[in-house]
C-alpha cells in the first residue's frame, strides 16, 4: 500500500515513524509548503517523490492512500479532493473548522464509499483503550470526566518549537479530542454543551482559556480546561470518575486515583498511539470497512463543537 504524506511537520514525522512499524506500506510522496522540507523528508523515509502541492501526490497513480497533516482550515477542503482523486484519507484531528464543512467531508465519504478517518488518537492510546475495555465488560462506568488541557504558547510555534504558518485553536482541534472520547466512553450522546473563554491573545487573535462543560443523554458530565497560558506540565490529563474507581491517564501512562501505575503494555501491539491509530486505518482499507474514529463515527463530536462556537458568536461576536 503506497501512501502520500501531506504536512512534513512535527506531526508528520509521527505518522512516518509509526507507519515504518506496519508491514507491507511504502511512503511514496511527501508533500510539504518547503519543497527543501519535502525533499528532506521524503530522502529520509525513503520516499520516491516530494514536492509542494497536494495535486501533485493526488495525481500520482500508484498513491493509494493519503495522510493528511496540514493546517486545521485546510483538512475539509484537502479531504474532499482525496476522495474525489479516489484515494482513502486520514485526516488529522481536527476534521474541519466548522460544522458545515464537517458535513461536507462526511457526505463525501459516503458517497465515495472510501475510507475517510479522523485522526482521533485518544481511542487508540493504550491507556484510554484500557479505560474503553472495562466500560465494555461491565466493570467500570463513568460517572463524570475531568479533563485539563494544558499548554505554554504564547508565540506561533509547533511542537518541535518551529514557527507556525497558521494559529492552533482551543475549542475546534484541541477540545475535539476531549469531546470525543467523552461521548465514546460514555456511549451517550452530549446533550447540554456550555462555554466561556478568556481575552484573546492581542497578536494571535484568539483565546488563550476555555473552559466546557458537558452532559449526555445518560446524565455523566465532563469539565473540561484549556489554556495556551500554562507555565508548567504540559500535555492532556484525563480523569475518569466511575463507580468503581478513578483513572487517570496521561497521553500512554495509566494510573489510578492514588497514582498506582496500572500496565498497559500488553493492551495493543504498541505503546505508540498515533502508529495504532494508523494501523486501524490501514486494516480498515485492507478488510474493506469502517475504521474506528470514521468521519461517521466522530461526526457527532463536531456537531457540539459547532454548538459551542455558536455560543461564543453569541456571547461576545467570537469568530
Not at 259 to 277: A, R
Request: glycine share 8%; aromatic share 6%; charged share 20%.
Amino acid at each position: 500500500m503506497k501512501i502520500a504524506l501531506v504536512g512534513a511537520g512535527a506531526f508528520g514525522e509521527k505518522h512516518l515513524d509509526g507507519l515504518r512499524n506496519i508491514e507491507g506500506v511504502e511512503i511514496a510522496s511527501v508533500i510539504s509548503r518547503s519543497a527543501e522540507q519535502a525533499a528532506d523528508v521524503a530522502a529520509r523515509y525513503g520516499a520516491p517523490h516530494s514536492g509542494t502541492d497536494l495535486a501533485e501526490a493526488l495525481a500520482l497513480p500508484e498513491v493509494d492512500v493519503v495522510i493528511l497533516c496540514t493546517p486545521t482550515q485546510m483538512h475539509a477542503g484537502q479531504a474532499i479532493a482525496c476522495m474525489d482523486a479516489g484515494k482513502h484519507v486520514q485526516v488529522e484531528i481536527p476534521l474541519a473548522d466548522s460544522w458545515q464543512d464537517a458535513q461536507a467531508v462526511e457526505a463525501k465519504a459516503r458517497e465515495t464509499v472510501l475510507v475517510c478517518m479522523v485522526g482521533h488518537t485518544r481511542r487508540f492510546n493504550p491507556s484510554h483503550q484500557w479505560v474503553k475495555k472495562r466500560i465494555e465488560s461491565g466493570e467500570f462506568h463513568i460517572q463524570a470526566m475531568d479533563v485539563e488541557t494544558f499548554f505554554f504558547r504564547r508565540k506561533n510555534m509547533n511542537a518541535k518549537g518551529q514557527p507556525r504558518s497558521w494559529t492552533d485553536h482551543l475549542l475546534w482541534h484541541h477540545s475535539a479530542h476531549s469531546i470525543d472520547i467523552f461521548q465514546y466512553m460514555t456511549g451517550s450522546k452530549v446533550i447540554t454543551a456550555n462555554v466561556l473563554q478568556g481575552p484573546r491573545h492581542p497578536n494571535l487573535g484568539i483565546a488563550m482559556d476555555m473552559s466546557i462543560q458537558l452532559k449526555t443523554e445518560a446524565g455523566q458530565i465532563l469539565t473540561l480546561a484549556l489554556s495556551f497560558n500554562n507555565d508548567g506540565p504540559l500535555g492532556t490529563f484525563f480523569r475518569y470518575i466511575g463507580d468503581t474507581g478513578t483513572y487517570i491517564a496521561r497521553y500512554d501512562d495509566l494510573v489510578t486515583g492514588h497514582e498506582e501505575p496500572i500496565d498497559v503494555s500488553q493492551v495493543d501491539v504498541s505503546m505508540n498511539g498515533i502508529e495504532l491509530q494508523d494501523r486501524e486505518f490501514i486494516a480498515a482499507i485492507r478488510e474493506g470497512r469502517a475504521p474506528n474514529s470514521s468521519v461517521s463515527n466522530v461526526l457527532d463530536c463536531y456537531r457540539v463543537i459547532g454548538e459551542l462556537a455558536a455560543s461564543l458568536e453569541a456571547q461576545d461576536g467570537w469568530s
